[in-house]
C-alpha cells in the first residue's frame, strides 16, 4: 500500500473495496420413472437450466456499495495463473 502511495500525487485518496461474485440458478434433476427390472424405458427430463450471475463490491469506509445482476457472462474466467 506504501509503494501505490507513493507514486501518487501527494493527498489523492485511496479508497479499500472488497468483492465477490456468486452464480445461483437451477439445475433439474434427473428423471426417474418406475419400470420392470432389467428394462430401459425412457423418460424425458426438461434439459434446461437458468442461471444468474451476482457482482458485488463494498467501501467500508464510505459505507458504499455497488451490485451487478446478470443474466449470462460474455468473457472467458478470470484465471490468475493465465498471463494477461
Known amino acids: 500500500m506504501a509503494e501505490i ?3 501518487l500525487p501527494l493527498g489523492t485518496p485511496i479508497e ?3 468483492q465477490d461474485e ?3 440458478g437451477q439445475k433439474n434433476k ?4 418406475w419400470a420392470k427390472h432389467g428394462t430401459r424405458p425412457s423418460a424425458p427430463a426438461d434439459q434446461r437450466t437458468r442461471s444468474a450471475y451476482i457482482f458485488g463490491a463494498i467501501c467500508p ?3 458504499v456499495g455497488a451490485a451487478l445482476v446478470l443474466p449470462k457472462l460474455n ?3 478470470f484465471r490468475p495463473d493465465t498471463p494477461a
Open 5 to 7: 502511495r507513493n507514486r
Open 16 to 18: 479499500l473495496w472488497w
Open 22 to 24: 456468486a452464480r445461483i
Open 30 to 33: 434427473i428423471a426417474r420413472r
Open 61 to 63: 469506509a464510505r459505507g
Open 75 to 77: 468473457w472467458p474466467p
